[in-house]
């Protein structure tokens, strides 16, 4: 509605208010040390990139999602967007996105919180035309800044105010709004920018009056309730009866009128604006927090200009989970570290969601953990858009829907197109030719069976482009792991779903619910198909479950019986668990045992304790290279061994293409004993860049006090075994030897020697490691 925007832009121009201008001097607050920072990175479009990092600080986990947006690429914008089912309807932010055709985004303005329509706080503009605008914004004090972009895209941010005020000859009422929907108790301006007519606030709201106004004359008076169309060339001024009767009664059609704008911002010249919370950085320094800013580490979205006005940033940083949120200078200060120099608060908490198509999405999807769940829905949100129309392919990508699966079992990998602007092109799997190199297999469009274990690489030639995703791995089944061990059923006719996993000999879990063996020990008990057992009658019954060469079972009861015993499932070895015998064949040899000391009250016979420690000694000195006590040790003796005792601290050790890491965890986590600790371990890691990793502990992942943090962890290793490293953590306690592999990394508990009562640990263990380039195999045995 330019014409009428115009005649707004003139009035608000001649009646313009002194802008605020603030002026503080400030210094960083103090806030949480960081002491690792892993990161990914992803393109959204050409000129737009989204980043995750990931920081254990000394205050906890920290999770930021940003999105990097060059402002100089012409085909760029970004713009306020809002629901386009109903004016006024909040959705999440991933619908309005999407439905507004945006390729990235994040949550904007506040908003009232109750009922499923709202409005936000801030003043909105877009394509020069302005949405809404309220009067009643920071006139108690600077609390809610909103940004704006100029048609030289010029940006800023400001404390934005206005007033309106609807006047005929014999009386001025004040507006309480622009276009902005509340409880309509008071008069608001109404135009085509919220909707083409009143039915769905008259659904809202029964009984408003309408002014009709076009040519600055009021043309038509409404009676309550009655829906009305918005003039093309006109606005309306809606109210509740009651205003009419009492406030506004003083209206008639054919009224000349007068709209009088007063703003700190001129609109002129603005080409888009959009609300949000209190300012973060002023010129690079921290911004005072205003009144509304939560106090304490908390989730939340900020938006920031850098100092060259060629960059916005976005940023959600998770909280009130595994991540435990900023403080309003934290924000500020990792804003600035991002290249922001001016940046504003957006709504946090519940509402702080970045959602996000990268290059390898096929739709907007949800990146940051929001802390309510689920997503909230919210008034608005900021857009990311790519002007650019789907050009010509200029190179095809290939991502598969796993990287690890088994034999006999469907992998997909899908193969897409992108032109010059990222933008992402389907193509069809008959326009392809898709190859598998390494193990034998079968194709079926983008979808592939192989028939054997091992790794291998996938490409994809497209005309005269080829793309290529390399260590895929169709892995070796190690157990057959069903959700539940038993099946209780009440009578015949009544089914129950098996739901099966595999763990392969790396740890890794695998789906095949459908891809199972199934087999009922009393066929006159019930029946299988595919994955559903069916009853039959009553009675009692076990299934056999086979894949792979592994056997599981599962319990069958029908009605009241007693259940019978089932036979023991199996398991493959480790194909990495081997005898290892030392030998002058060039490989690396290291002998790690566990705890030697005895720190217990019971009473130990001096000669006992004197012979056992001469025989650990032995035992851990002796066939290798390199010699690990994996804790607490008061041996004396002079080591035959190149030797790394364990102190309680962080220590390190880089031998023949190993890297041997110990970590101190007894404060309930690496994080509650020592911080620094992260930053030394990834350090050393990526320094010595070794195939082999083996990382010591006095307390395993798992027991850490913190379940975050122990996930934390296991994704740092999980890296390093994404690089094809291979990853021990020997966690040296308890009384219990064990041995498990989780996603890649074999976790290996050594006993202490002494039992708490005094008593020598029969159970007492040493690891053996033998390392020759990639090839390693472990051996544990009795001491």
Not at 587 to 607: E, P, Q, R
Not at 672 to 701: E, F, H
Request: aromatic letters at 10%; hydrophobic letters at 35%.
């Amino acid at each position: 509605m330019k014409y009428q925007l115009g005649k707004m832009r003139r009035l608000m121009g001649a009646l313009l208010a002194a802008a605020l201008t603030v002026s503080v001097t400030t210094t960083w607050a103090f806030g949480a040390t960081t002491y690792y920072d892993q990161k990914t990175e992803q393109t959204v479009t050409r000129g737009v990139v989204y980043e995750k990092s990931s920081r254990m600080t000394d205050a906890g986990i920290q999770n930021l999602h940003v999105l990097k947006v060059d402002l100089t690429e012409s085909t760029l914008e970004f713009k306020e967007v809002e629901s386009t089912v109903e004016y006024g309807l909040k959705e999440t932010v991933k619908k309005l996105l999407t439905d507004n055709g945006a390729l990235a985004g994040v949550n904007s303005d506040f908003f009232g919180m109750s009922g499923s329509y709202s409005a936000p706080f801030g003043a909105v503009m877009r394509d020069g035309e302005l949405v809404s605008a309220g009067t009643s914004l920071n006139h108690d004090g600077d609390l809610y800044a909103s940004f704006f972009m100029d048609e030289n895209n010029n940006p800023f941010f400001d404390y934005f105010k206005m007033t309106a005020t609807f006047a005929n000859s014999q009386k001025a009422i004040e507006l309480a709004s622009m276009n902005k929907v509340t409880a309509m108790v008071y008069p608001i301006y109404f135009d085509k920018q919220a909707a083409k007519s009143t039915a769905d606030l008259d659904k809202r709201f029964p009984g408003l009056v309408k002014f009709v106004v076009v040519g600055d004359m009021i043309t038509y008076i409404s009676q309550p309730g009655e829906t009305v169309a918005v003039p093309e060339d006109g606005y309306l001024i809606v109210m509740s009866k009651d205003y009419r009767n009492n406030a506004a009664n003083v209206f008639q059609v054919n009224d000349s009128i007068t709209l009088n704008i007063n703003s700190s911002v001129d609109f002129e010249n603005i080409e888009f604006a959009f609300g949000g919370g209190g300012k973060l950085l002023i010129d690079g320094a921290e911004a005072p927090a205003t009144a509304i800013v939560a106090t304490g580490r908390q989730p939340r979205t900020a938006f920031g200009i850098s100092q060259d006005g060629k960059t916005a940033i976005f940023m959600v940083v998770d909280g009130r989970g595994d991540s435990v949120g900023v403080t309003h200078s934290e924000m500020a200060n990792y804003m600035r570290e991002y290249g922001a120099y001016n940046a504003m608060h957006l709504d946090g908490g519940g509402s702080s969601t970045m959602a996000v198509k990268t290059v390898d999405d096929s739709a907007v999807t949800v990146k940051n953990t929001v802390s309510d769940g689920s997503e909230r829905k919210v008034i608005n949100a900021v857009g990311i858009f790519q002007k650019a129309q789907a050009g010509e392919i200029e190179k095809i990508a290939i991502t598969p829907s796993l990287v690890r699966t088994l034999p006999n079992k469907t992998i997909t990998f899908k193969v897409f197109g992108l032109d010059e602007y990222y933008n992402r092109i389907e193509i069809p799997a008959n326009e392809v030719t898709m190859q598998a190199v390494g193990v034998e297999g079968t194709w079926n469009g983008y979808d592939f069976i192989p028939s054997q274990k091992g790794t291998f690489e996938v490409t994809a030639l497209y005309k005269d482009k080829t793309a290529s995703q390399a260590g895929v791995v169709s892995a070796t089944t190690s157990k057959l792991k069903p959700a539940s061990n038993s099946i209780k059923l009440k009578k015949a006719g009544e089914t129950a779903t098996i739901a099966m996993q595999v763990v392969d000999t790396d740890g890794f879990n695998h789906w095949v619910s459908t891809t199972t063996n199934y087999e009922v020990a009393d066929t006159s008990i019930g029946t299988m198909k595919s994955n559903v057992f069916t009853a039959t009658k009553a009675g009692s019954t076990y299934i056999k479950c086979t894949r792979d060469g592994q056997t599981a079972y599962i319990s069958v009861t029908v009605g009241d019986c007693k259940a019978v015993t089932t036979p023991n499932a199996t398991t493959a070895a480790d194909p990495l668990q081997k005898k290892i015998t030392k030998a002058n064949d060039g490989a690396f040899y290291l002998n790690i045992s566990g705890t030697v000391a005895y720190n217990g009250t019971g009473k130990i016979n001096d000669t006992t304790y004197a012979d056992v420690r001469t025989r650990v000694r032995d035992a851990v000195d002796s066939n290798a290279e390199v010699a690990i006590y994996g804790g607490a040790s008061d041996i004396k003796t002079a080591p035959k061994l190149d030797t790394l005792s364990w102190n309680g601290g962080y220590r390190f050790l880089s031998r023949s293409g190993t890297s041997i890491a110990m970590v101190s965890a007894s404060g309930g986590g690496i994080r509650a004993t020592n911080p620094t600790q992260y930053a030394s371990l990834t350090r050393d890691l990526d320094a010595s860049n070794n195939d082999t990793i083996v990382i010591i502990m006095d307390k395993t992942p798992g027991e850490f006090k913190s379940a975050a943090e122990t996930s934390y962890f296991r994704g740092i290793l999980n890296k390093y075994v994404a690089q094809g490293k291979t990853v021990f953590v020997v966690s040296c306690c308890g009384t219990a030897q064990w041995t498990s592999a989780k996603d890649g990394v074999r976790y290996i508990n050594l006993p202490n020697l002494w039992k708490t009562d005094g008593g020598v640990n029969g159970s007492f263990s040493m690891l053996k490691l033998r390392v020759q380039g990639q090839d390693i195999s472990y051996e544990i045995g009795k001491v």
